[in-house]
C-alpha cells in the first residue's frame, strides 16, 4: 500500500510539473507575428467614450522660445480695446491638460475685452508694468510682476491703461470631465477669488 500510495503521489507530482512546463512552453511559443498585434491592441484601447489619447512630446518641443517675429498684432481681442502681440508659446498637449500658453506685449492703451470660459482655468501674468484686471465686473489696478488667477466661469478682461507696452503672458488648462475627472487635479485646488485685487499674487 505505502508503495502504491508512493507511486500515486510520484505521478501526480509529474502530472503537475508537465502541465506547469507545457503551459509556459506555450507562453515562449507565442510568435513574433502574434507579439506586435498584442502591443498594439495595448497601445489602441480607449481609456473611456471621448478620451484624447495623450501623445508624449519630445522635451525640445516642450520649450517655447520667446520670438518677436512671430507676433503679428492682433485687434479687438475679444472685443478689447487697441491691439496686442503675443505668439502661441507652447500648444495644446505639449504639457499635460495645457491648452495654450501665449506670450506677448499688450500695447499702450489696449487689451483684452470681457469674455470667460466654461471648460478651461486661465492664468494672467504681466511680467513688468501695471494693467487693470477685471473679473466679475471688478476691477483693480496690478502692479507687476503679479499673477492673477481666472476660474472657470468668471468673466475677466486686462487694460493696460499706461504709455507703456506692458509684457504679458497666458496659461489656460482645460479642467477635468467626466470621462476624465482628473484631467487637471482637484477643482479649487487653489483659492480663487473674484477680486482681482485680493486675488492677485506678487511674483517679486
Not at 513574433?32 to 525640445?60: C, F, H, M, N, W
Amino acid at each position: 500500500m505505502k508503495l502504491k500510495l508512493r507511486i500515486t503521489l510520484f505521478l501526480s507530482l509529474l502530472a503537475l510539473v508537465t502541465i506547469s512546463f507545457t503551459n509556459s512552453n506555450k507562453e515562449v511559443s507565442c510568435s513574433e507575428q502574434d507579439k506586435p498585434q498584442v502591443q498594439t491592441a495595448r497601445q489602441d484601447r480607449p481609456s473611456g467614450p471621448g478620451v484624447e489619447q495623450s501623445r508624449i512630446y519630445p522635451l525640445a518641443e516642450r520649450i517655447g522660445h520667446y520670438d518677436k517675429a512671430k507676433q503679428p498684432e492682433m485687434n479687438s481681442v475679444h472685443g478689447g480695446p487697441g491691439s496686442l502681440n503675443y505668439q502661441t508659446l507652447l500648444g495644446a498637449g505639449t504639457i499635460k491638460d495645457l491648452v495654450f500658453m501665449h506670450c506677448g506685449p499688450i500695447n499702450p492703451k489696449s487689451g483684452i475685452g470681457h469674455h470667460f470660459h466654461n471648460n478651461a482655468d486661465e492664468l494672467f501674468l504681466i511680467l513688468d508694468g501695471e494693467a487693470e484686471f477685471t473679473i466679475n465686473g471688478r476691477t483693480a489696478l496690478i502692479k507687476g510682476p503679479a499673477g492673477v488667477p481666472l476660474k472657470s466661469g468668471n468673466s475677466h478682461a486686462i487694460y493696460n491703461p499706461t504709455n507703456k507696452p506692458v509684457a504679458w503672458l497666458n496659461f489656460q488648462v482645460k479642467l477635468p470631465t467626466i470621462d476624465n475627472p482628473y484631467g487637471s487635479g482637484p477643482r479649487n485646488a487653489y483659492n480663487y477669488s473674484a477680486d482681482p485685487g485680493s486675488g492677485a499674487f506678487d511674483l517679486r
